[in-house]
């Protein structure tokens, strides 16, 4: 592929998978399966850039986890290759910081293309993915910011919502994005043929995207023109702001292109309850469980034999030191209850209690 180098977002906290993803080991770092989900991330990165035009932006407090996964990956990194962040920013400062530590250390010039992935994702079809990737390379070449939507499988009011509007080809002009909309408006958008699915991932050239932060960031007019330790100096200091609302919605040159390949957001209990296999009876089982007379539900146990009986449309998490319990279609609510637990100093928030 063209000289592409590559940003992996590893810095969520996952609260809408509580209590499963704690504070102590975010949902990306958490293995389905052989391997967890920002492993799965790295392998797409590798696969579009190569693991020396590659790097993994995480909190310094998951530095070690995030390059001791990333080793069993690739061998031999460098203790470089993760790129810490020394407070939560969101994902503008983040990609900031990521784009001089590409330059700096990788090779990248302004003409360099970047894409930017998060690590939480699942995506089954590798080769369409790469094709979706190639597709944006043109209109990125030309300027443009590329995202890439996600026909939506399903009316889903955890997802942020991109309009599609003139075809270019491969891709589209976006008209405008929408926060998580309520469902009404999410079944509305589901059936318009129109909107997709905000994927959270980016290409665009680096120069491109230095000079949109350095118009739209702020704090960052004056030191995103330094280097990457000038920038950790001032990175606190910034406001915590996403890349949507600090540059993609202000901008008029974002194009769009559709990512076909089955594509699984796990930000929450309902989302993963659609990725597993089901039964007969649409239940999802993971670990020690048995249900008997169930519906459409999904039970999850670490460790703790999970038992029921003749219910439906539930979710049922088990851990050590923590059960949750919530009707399928209101995990999105989850953090409201992470919330109300921090404020109460609930030690279960920051990891399992021994």
């Given at each position: ?11 969520g906290?996952?609260?809408r ?7 102590d080991?975010p949902?990306q770092?958490m293995?389905?399966?052989a391997e967890?989900l920002y ?7 590798f696969r579009?850039a ?11 407090r998951f530095g070690?986890t ?6 069993e ?5 460098p ?8 407070c ?10 990521g ?7 990788c ?7 970047v894409f930017?992935?998060?690590s939480?994702h699942v995506?089954s079809d590798?080769e ?9 390379t043109?209109?990125a070449c ?8 996600i026909?939506p499988?399903?009316p889903d009011?955890?997802f942020?919502?991109i309009k599609?509007g ?5 891709w ?8 998580k909309?309520?469902?009404?408006k999410a ?6 043929g129109e ?11 680096a120069?491109?995207m230095?000079d ?9 007019e ?9 920038f950790?100096?001032a ?14 919605e202000r901008?008029k040159?974002v194009a ?13 209990w309902?989302a993963?309850y659609?990725?597993?296999?089901k039964d007969?009876?649409g ?15 999904l039970?999850?146990?670490?460790g703790?034999?999970?038992?029921a009986?003749d219910?439906g449309?539930?979710l049922?998490?088990?851990t050590p ?6 009707p399928r ?18 030690p ?7």
């Open positions: 592929m063209k000289d592409i180098h590559c940003l992996v977002l590893a810095g906290s996952g609260t998978l509580w209590p499963l993803s704690r504070d080991m949902k770092f293995r389905f399966g967890s492993q799965g991330a790295l392998r797409r990165a579009i190569g693991p020396a035009r590659t790097r993994v932006l995480s909190g310094v070690a995030a390059l001791l996964q990333a080793r990956v690739e061998e031999g990194l203790q470089a290759f993760v790129v810490e962040e020394p939560p920013r969101n994902t503008a400062p983040a990609i900031a910081l784009l001089l530590a590409l330059i700096e250390e090779g990248a010039t302004r003409e360099s293309l930017v992935c998060p939480d995506i590798l369409l993915f790469v094709g979706a990737v190639e597709s944006a043109e209109p030309e300027g443009r910011v590329v995202v890439f939507g026909p499988a399903r009011t955890g942020g919502y599609a003139r075809e270019h080809g491969k589209r002009e976006v008209e405008r994005f929408v926060e909309p309520p469902l009404e079944r509305e958008y589901a059936e318009s909107y997709f699915w905000n994927g959270g991932m980016l290409l665009f050239k120069g491109v230095l949109l932060l350095r118009e739209h960031l702020p704090g960052a004056t030191v995103i023109q330094g280097d990457a330790r000038s950790l100096e990175f606190p200091g910034m406001q915590s702001i996403s890349m949507d609302y600090a540059v993609l901008i040159n769009i292109v559709p990512l076909e390949s089955s594509w699984t957001d796990i930000g929450s309902d993963l659609e990725f597993l296999g007969g009876d239940n999802a089982h993971m670990g020690r469980v048995v249900s008997e007379g169930c519906r459409n539900s039970f999850l146990s670490t703790r034999l999970v038992a009986v219910v449309d539930l049922i998490i088990e030191d923590a059960l949750l319990v919530a279609g209101a995990s999105q609510d989850v953090r409201l209850l992470v919330e109300r637990l921090r404020g109460e100093g609930a279960e928030i920051a990891g399992p209690r021994a």
